[in-house]
């Protein structure tokens, strides 16, 4: 391989000179002894000493998805891919679609090789059952389900055959983590393996109860709490909200009612549970505001108060049309 010889302590300045002028030849690694370095590069070049070395090559790493599968797919295909997949700590779920799945394992390989992650996985089914659970396809690397997942300084055990969670709610997690304030009494109707409760007390002195009717996301959140040293700022309860609340012997500052498909139907337990001046984090499916603001208006009406609306917002978009939308209420008397 043809290449610059230069004294070790001009090797960088070199480099970079090459770089810029595209003489250097990127495919191979830069040699370094205790006196020269060689750089390679594509062609003879005047002003320098050109030898003849042997390098090292350099290991080739594909930039993105399509380098893999440009002899699979249409650009089409890939770029519906690209935003097709959650990573989930060093998990990967895919969503294929049906036209492509009889190259479902060669899409897995490409994921495995891209990501670089533990495990691939495949949409099998939607969220469904009141555990809030979909089924997954082992495609390629080892299938191990549990993972550790990394959000805003919290660790977040969990078994993505078992539970339920979105890494694309990072963001609103932070948001409504923000918007806490230190000494307040939170509840979260549908906690899950405890990804906001987790966060926000990883970032606020808080009194949190934490309610899922999946068992085995309550577990999940016990070692999570372990895990991130929380213990005392979170309570658990497996089971229904609107029936393990009937113990609650308090009022709260702020709840938590991310449910989209159904957290409608507990909103008469949340107005009982809602302390005056206190905060509705409230989620729906919709494809504007106007419904959640509707049923919170209803809700508050029928409890004897009044909700002023302080922030909407479009969390993700579900399907054309739809979006996981988030309305903040604060709660009043009449």
Known sequence: MKCVKVPLRQLNDTRI???????????????????????????????YEIVDIELEPMKKVPHNFSELLKDELSEKEIDGLRTSFDTIGDVVILEIPEDLQDKKLKIGEAALKFTKRKAIYMKKSAVK??????????????????????????????????????PRLATERKRVMESVADGEKILDMFCGIGPFPIVIAKNRTVDITAVDINDEAIKYLDENIKLNKLKGSIKTYC???????????????????????????????????????????????????????????????????????INCRKVKSTSPGEWHVAIDGKIVKK
Not at 31 to 42: F, L, R, T, V
Not at 240 to 255: A, L, W
């Open 129 to 166: 059952g009141t555990t809030r659970v979909r089924e997954l396809e082992f495609l390629a690397g080892v299938d191990d389900s549990v993972t550790i997942h990394k959000e805003h300084g919290a660790r977040l055990k969990l078994d993505v055959r078992k539970v339920y969670f979105s």
């Open 17 to 47: 000179k090459l770089m810029e002028n595209g003489l250097m030849n990127m495919e191979y690694r830069i040699k370094a002894s205790d006196e020269w370095g060689y750089i390679p590069i594509n062609e003879d070049i005047d002003d």
């Open 239 to 309: 089971g229904d909200v609107r029936e393990v609340s009937e113990s609650f012997n308090s009022k709260f500052d702020r709840i938590i009612m991310n449910l989209p498909g159904l957290a409608y139907t507990f909103l008469d337990v949340a107005f009982d549970l809602i302390e005056e001046n206190g905060i509705i984090n409230y989620y729906e499916f919709s494809d504007s505001y106007e419904q959640g603001i509707e049923r919170l208006n209803d809700a508050a009406a029928k409890s004897g108060k009044e909700v002023k609306i």
